[in-house]
T-cell receptor
């Protein structure tokens, strides 16, 4: 089992829909969780962090964390074509982060 | 707007040549990471430093890769000799606590 697993993509949603990206992790002691967005040919960009169980909202993005289930998700409401990218889940441990393989999202106009 | 910078942005070289990639972390960040990204392997951690001290380089092929941080404003990743399988995008990232900010990357092609 990988330390950080993301739902296999690619994921395609129509413009205006909700995109749901999921991530599970194996280390129960992990305390913080991050989502990065990577456009094709670009570097990863930090978009969300979450530390406590529950939801954290930032504009159209909502991160959800359930430590008991070792599950973190990212919801993108009112998806736009500009949201088309690969989304990476990152779980820090001992000063370094383990990244998932990413889920590629395509938002179709 | 503070950013991580990397040079060169693109490098094409021949097998057996030495390659040096440079990174300037964001001022004040105490942790610097080197990653390699390929389509097949995703984002792999090669090495990282905290306060300029190397903490983990277990992700690097030791016989050909080396990473150093000669001062707080410069991190280097060297490959000698380079091989075609080293072709990838190499990212540097810097951060505080657990957040990381990535540079634009160096796209390396080894022929």
């Amino acid at each position: 089992q990988k330390e950080v697993e993301q739902n296999s993509g690619p994921l395609s949603v129509p413009e205006g829909a909700i995109a749901s990206l999921n991530c599970t992790y194996s280390d129960r002691v992990s305390q913080s969780f991050f989502w990065y967005r990577q456009y094709s040919g670009k570097s990863p960009e930090l978009i969300m962090s979450i530390y406590s169980n529950g939801d954290k909202e930032d504009g159209r993005f909502t991160a959800q964390l359930n430590k008991a289930s070792q599950y973190v998700s990212l919801l993108i409401r009112d998806s736009q074509p500009s949201d088309s990218a690969t989304y990476l889940c990152a779980v820090p441990n001992a000063g370094k982060s383990t990244f998932g393989d990413g889920t590629t999202l395509t938002v179709k106009p | 707007d503070a950013r991580v910078t990397q040079t060169p942005r693109h490098k094409v070289t021949e097998m057996g040549q030495e390659v040096t990639m440079r990174c300037q972390p964001i001022l004040g960040h105490n942790t610097v990471f080197w990653y390699r990204q390929t389509m097949m392997q995703g984002l792999e951690l090669l090495a990282y430093f905290r306060n300029r001290a190397p903490l983990d380089d277990s992700g690097m092929p030791k016989d050909r890769f080396s990473a150093e941080m000669p001062d707080a404003t410069l991190a280097t990743l060297k490959i000698q000799p380079s091989e075609p399988r080293d072709s990838a995008v190499y990212f540097c990232a810097s951060g505080l606590s657990d957040t990381q900010y990535f540079g634009p990357g160096t796209r390396l092609t080894v022929l």
